[in-house]
């Protein structure tokens, strides 16, 4: 997800939980592209601001939040 970053472990697997339950395997959702990393991964934004509602929801953190 670009530009949320999950909060610890036990929070990564709630929050993989969670976006599970919000597109469950097997749906189809939108990807926008917004950059590579430094490994060659690409960076997207999914669906509609799915990072933000698990920011919203406590799951993740807003990488200015870190920083």
Known sequence: MGGEDVISPAQYHAATQRLKQLHPIGQTIALREITGDRYGRTVAEAG???GLQLVSE???????QIS
């Open 58 to 64: 406590g799951y993740a953190v807003g990488i200015s």
């Open 48 to 50: 509609e601001s799915v």
